[in-house]
């Protein structure tokens, strides 16, 4: 059985994130500036903001993280 680890532990109403990272850029949900992504010591990967000094696993968004990019045609 298949089963999506994004909604494991997900309560109703709570805000659902994209399956991917594809097609969205990660802004900062403060400044609204993009963030740098770095490698952390355990193998996993975060955005950062250096003007805010704030940051989050890249795959624990908070809400306002991913904004979608625009089309490109």
Request: charged share 25%; hydrophobic share 25%.
């Amino acid at each position: 059985m298949k089963r999506s680890l994004r909604d494991y532990g997900r309560t109703e109403g709570e805000a659902q994130h994209p399956a991917s990272g594809r097609g969205y850029a990660h802004v900062c949900p403060s400044c609204g500036a993009g963030l740098d992504l770095y490698d952390l010591r355990d193998g996993d990967q975060a955005y950062w903001c250096g003007p805010c000094a704030r940051g989050h696993r890249a795959g624990d968004p908070p809400p306002g993280a991913l904004r979608p990019l625009p089309e490109a045609s």
